[in-house]
């Protein structure tokens, strides 16, 4: 089945322990991103990736790390993770070289304390 | 499911009625748009796109109207069925369809009563 993965789904820890939320497409897609959903603001992008090797910053990328090494996978790690960071991210990806016709995963709730 | 708003607009219809959906955008760049779906614990889902230099398209049961003149973005939906229920985005790239940033819009909470 064509899909985008995610893991963790849920995920509690504690403030400055990092941890990577892992995502994977077997749809040989080129785009990759991330997103953060919040209550009341939508979702706001924290970075993309057009293809392997290039990445690039979103619209709230700070705290956060990103790498496309090899074209499935683009993990979002957070070095030291702060209570506003706690929300429900979402990983995307889209077979054309842009942001466009995404293909969501089923979402990762993270919660810092 | 998992909470994806506080204080969305919302739009109640019964099923079977035709709904639309609003969506004002900011950037006049802006030149290409999508809807999406998102229902209650799940990823968004996407329903159509359209590009600025048409005003109209239309899918299964949906369509889509751009005015660029007033920034305005519209979202039809046929008949509507409970299953229709869920959060509608709206979303813009101002880059075309081969730019990376795409903003997505607070969305809209969309009711289907039987």
């Known amino acids: 089945e064509a899909q985008v993965t995610q893991n963790p789904r849920y995920l509690i820890t504690v403030t400055g322990k990092k941890l990577t939320v892992t995502c994977s497409q077997n749809?040989?897609?080129?785009?990759m991103s991330w997103y953060r959903q919040d209550p009341g603001l939508g979702l706001r992008q924290i970075y993309y990736?057009?293809?392997?090797?290039?990445?690039d910053k979103g619209d709230v990328p700070e705290g956060y790390k990103v790498s496309r090494k090899e074209k499935r996978n683009f993990p979002l790690i957070l070095e030291s993770p702060s209570p506003n960071q706690t929300s429900l991210y979402f990983c995307?990806?889209?077979?054309?070289?842009?942001?466009?016709?995404?293909?969501f995963g089923a979402g990762s709730r993270l919660t810092v304390l | 499911g998992e909470s994806v708003g506080l204080h969305l607009p919302t739009l109640s219809v019964q099923e079977g009625d035709n709904s639309i959906i609003n969506c004002a955008y900011s950037n006049s760049a802006s030149d290409y748009f999508i809807w999406y779906k998102q229902e209650s614990g799940k990823g968004p889902q996407f329903i159509i796109d359209i590009r600025s230099n048409m005003d109209k398209r239309q899918g299964q049961r949906v369509t889509v109207l751009l005015n660029k003149t007033v920034k305005h973005l519209s979202l039809q939906i046929a008949a509507t069925q409970p299953g229709d229920s869920a959060v509608y985005f709206c979303?813009?790239?101002?880059?075309?369809?081969?730019?990376?940033?795409?903003?997505f819009g607070q969305g809209t909470i969309l009711t289907v009563h039987p």
């Open positions: 749809m040989n897609h080129e785009y």
């Open positions: 990736s057009m293809n392997v090797e290039v990445t």
């Open positions: 979303a813009e790239n101002t880059g075309g369809t081969s730019y990376g940033k795409l903003t």
């Open positions: 995307a990806s889209s077979p054309f070289s842009g942001a466009n016709v995404l293909t």
